[in-house]
Nanobody
Framework: QVQLVESGGGLVQPGGSLRLSCAAS????????MGWYRQAPGKERELVAT???????NYGDSVKGRFTISRDNAKNTVYLQMNSQMTEDTAVYYC?????WGQGTQVTVSS
């Protein structure tokens, strides 16, 4: 079975940084697009960032200039570097590849 496993979530202070990782495994090949989405309590899931196999990135407006998405195609892994974090970034972050989703990892930004 295809699995997407996220890691790197946790508690960070405002202005701090976290780096999320997501590794895909289980017979998934030629992943054109991988991405990160997030969902805060009481809100709908929203796009954070996506990246193509060619390295073309797209970001949600709320994270532009602060977050950076990257990927290692050989490892089927996507990363999300989150800098200058704000309390509004608090959410469960989900990895996506094709029709598959990870279980999510909690990111909490708080003093």
């Amino acid at each position: 079975q295809v699995q997407l496993v996220e890691s790197g979530g946790g508690l960070v202070q405002p202005g701090g940084s976290l780096r999320l990782s997501c590794a895909a495994s289980g017979g998934i090949f030629s992943i054109i697009v991988m991405g990160w989405y997030r969902q805060a309590p009481g809100k709908e899931r929203e796009l954070v960032a996506t990246i193509t196999s060619g390295g073309v990135a797209n970001y949600g407006d709320s994270v532009k200039g602060r977050f950076t998405i990257s990927r290692d195609n050989a490892k089927n892994t996507v990363y999300l570097q989150m800098n200058s974090q704000m309390t509004e970034d608090t959410a469960v972050y989900y990895c996506r590849a094709h029709q598959y989703w990870g279980q999510g990892t909690q990111v909490t930004v708080s003093s």
